[in-house]
Structures are given as structure tokens and as C-alpha cells.
Nanobody, 116 residues
């Protein structure tokens, strides 16, 4: 069974940084492209960053490009999201999952709140 556990969220002031982690289990992690998704209140879940199986290629949503960095450690089955220069518009619950087709079993997510 797929199990995704996100952590690292919190309350941060505008301009601050956070590093999210997601530990994956129940599937062969290195065989899947992975992504970070987020869902803000009243909005649809969206992809913010993705990374290929061995981390050679990454892609970002336009509004986070240059501020967010996705990376992965296939030995530890972990995907990371370094978020810098955060803005209130980044406030959301952040999830990791496979790309382009996410597994149906989502984790609980980690809340990121950017506020002064």
C-alpha cells in the first residue's frame, strides 16, 4: 500500500523559508517521477514542482520558479521542497505524490502558512 508522509510545514513570515520533506513507501520510489502539489482554501489542488525518476530534470509552476527547489534522495525514498522568499499566496496544504498520475492514496499533507 502506498504511504506518503509529508512534514516540515509551519507558520512563516513573508520572505521566509521552509523545507518540506516527504517519505514514501509501498512502491518502487526510484521508478516514479514525483511532484509536490498544494491546495489553498477554496481552490483546486495544483502541481507546484516535479522531478524525474533520478532527479535529472525538474519543472516548476511559474509563480514559484526561482523560489522553490525540488530534490529527491532515492536511497532514502524522500522528496524535498526547499521554499524560499515565501509569500502569503504560497499558503496552502502541501502534498507529495507521483507524477503525472498521482496515486489515489494521498498523505495528510503539511500546512504552510505565510503571514506577518
Amino acid at each position: 500500500q502506498v504511504h506518503l508522509v509529508e512534514s516540515g510545514g509551519g507558520l512563516v513570515q513573508p520572505g521566509g523559508s521552509l523545507r518540506l520533506s516527504c517519505v514514501a513507501s509501498g512502491f518502487t520510489f526510484s521508478r516514479y517521477d514525483m511532484g509536490w502539489y498544494r491546495q489553498a482554501p477554496g481552490k483546486e489542488r495544483e502541481v507546484v514542482a516535479s522531478i524525474t525518476k533520478v532527479g535529472i530534470s525538474t519543472n516548476y509552476k511559474g509563480s514559484v520558479k526561482g523560489r522553490f527547489t525540488i530534490s529527491r534522495d532515492n536511497a532514502m525514498n524522500v522528496v524535498f521542497l526547499q521554499m524560499n522568499n515565501l509569500t502569503p499566496e504560497d499558503t496552502a496544504v502541501y502534498y507529495c505524490n507521483a507524477r503525472p498520475l498521482p496515486f489515489p492514496d494521498w498523505g495528510q499533507g503539511t500546512q504552510v502558512t505565510v503571514s506577518s
